[in-house]
């Protein structure tokens, strides 16, 4: 699997998913899937292997949350999976583990 170049400066080994916008009571911003560099701009982040490993525990926790709408972080999921051509478990939906 090749790793996948971070979407903010196109040079960096993407890292993490970071959402970028306003913490607030409404959806808004996007996700992006970043390196270090983004770390003084990005508003909220989760570590790749992270998520992957824990999906479910961080889809709990971010739904509680009225700024975040779970599409958006999927729309950066799978353009990381697909980098990376990674699949997903045809029977539960899980992601294919990053190493």
Known sequence: MK???????????????????????????????????ASDTET???????????????????SDKGWFERKWLYDAVDRYRAA???KRCPVCGAAEVAR
């Open 84 to 86: 990376r051509k990674m």
């Open 44 to 62: 909220y982040w989760i570590f790749i292997k992270d998520f992957l490993q824990n999906e479910e525990k961080w889809i709990t926790h971010l």
């Open 3 to 37: 790793n996948m170049p971070c979407e903010v400066c196109n040079r960096e080994v993407a890292v993490s998913f970071s959402f970028f916008g306003e913490r607030c009571l409404v959806p808004n911003g996007e996700w992006k899937v970043v390196g270090n560099c």
